[in-house]
């Protein structure tokens, strides 16, 4: 009963900031807290990442000068070979177990904030933040805003403060990156570790995709004030960790191949030629049926205008979930 007013609340919410959206666009990129800080760096160093099996997720404004992760149409053909060729181990592995073999997933959730202080602005995110985040999580892969219900629910198992300037802000692809996640990442390929913090280059986050073999640069990377109740103006309502959740679990971006091919891999995201930003009204950028998948947690748009997985995109987590993580 409690979940319809929920989503109807985020619906309008959506419609309702675009006109203050579009006024305040201009002057997002300036909003980031803390990014003065890091903008005397190359704005080039980030065009090639480091570590491909990676995807981010971007503010309005923010991608005409980064898009360090988006997946070329030969980097998506080695993951799908490599998804199905996983599925075969498996299938040899554990006799006679296939895609459904697991209904529902409790996933443990390891948080590591990144802290260059003990103050909020050097990345101090209270608890209280960290367990409304866990909060979205469960609303968000059990349907409850609106999409399709997943197997996938999320528990708390530690928060893990540490205060090292060294890694702080979090750059994407450096060398502080993989030291940090070397030196902290905790459990098996099912354990989710999530990484607050200030972060690099105007970006909300980033995530690996799954791999047959397990390194320790696995799990998520989220700005900390993205977090709900967060500073991160129109991306705050937890929707970026939700977002890069679905990257380590397999997803692609709804927009991934443009209007041709295969595009995301999912049959019920309709084709979309790049991605929305802010919460547009009628976009349809593709001539394949259907409005672009604005409202999916898996494009760009701000977070009171994402609400939902698709079934296509439920099933495909869990196919993955069963080739790469399953314990
Ligand atoms: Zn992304």
């Known amino acids: 009963m409690g979940l319809r007013p929920n ?150 198992q530690k928060i893990n403060r540490v205060t090292n300037p060294a890694w702080y802000p979090i750059v994407q692809g450096s060398s502080a990156e993989r030291s940090m996640k070397s030196s902290l990442r905790e459990g098996g390929k099912n354990t989710l570790n999530v990484y607050l913090g200030e972060l690099s280059d105007d970006l909300l986050g980033w995530a690996t995709f799954p791999k047959r073999r397990l390194d320790n640069m696995d799990g998520v990377v989220v700005l900390g004030e993205s977090l709900p109740g967060g500073t991160a103006t129109n991306y705050n309502q937890g929707d970026t960790g939700t977002h890069e959740v679905g990257h380590w679990l397999n997803l692609y971006h709804t927009f991934q191949g443009g209007c041709s091919g295969s595009g995301d891999g999912v049959s019920d995201t309709p084709a979309e030629a790049s991605p929305a930003y802010q919460c547009p009204t009628g976009r349809d950028t593709c001539t394949a049926a259907g409005l672009d998948p604005i409202t999916n947690f898996m494009d760009y748009t701000y977070d009171t205008c994402m609400y939902q997985f698709t079934a296509g995109q439920a099933a495909r987590m869990l196919t993955a979930w069963d080739a790469y993580r399953a314990p």
Do not use: W
């Open 7 to 156: 989503l109807l609340t985020r619906r309008t919410a959506g419609v309702a900031s675009t006109t203050l959206a579009l006024l305040l666009s201009t002057a997002a990129v300036g909003v980031v807290p803390a990014a003065s800080a890091f903008s005397a760096a190359p704005t080039e160093a980030c065009a090639e990442p480091a570590d491909v099996h990676s995807d981010a997720r971007v503010k309005a404004g923010a991608h005409a000068k980064h898009e360090p992760n988006e997946l070329t149409a030969k980097e998506t053909r080695e993951r799908e070979a490599d998804l199905a060729a996983a599925l075969r181990e498996r299938a040899n592995f554990r006799v006679g177990a296939g895609a459904a073999a697991l209904a529902t997933v409790t996933i443990p959730v390891i948080v590591h904030v990144i802290q260059e202080d003990s103050t909020r602005a050097g990345g101090n995110i209270p608890d209280s933040m960290i367990n409304s985040q866990i909060s979205v999580l469960n609303q968000s892969y059990s349907g409850a805003t609106g999409g399709a219900a997943t197997a996938f629910s999320f528990q708390l």
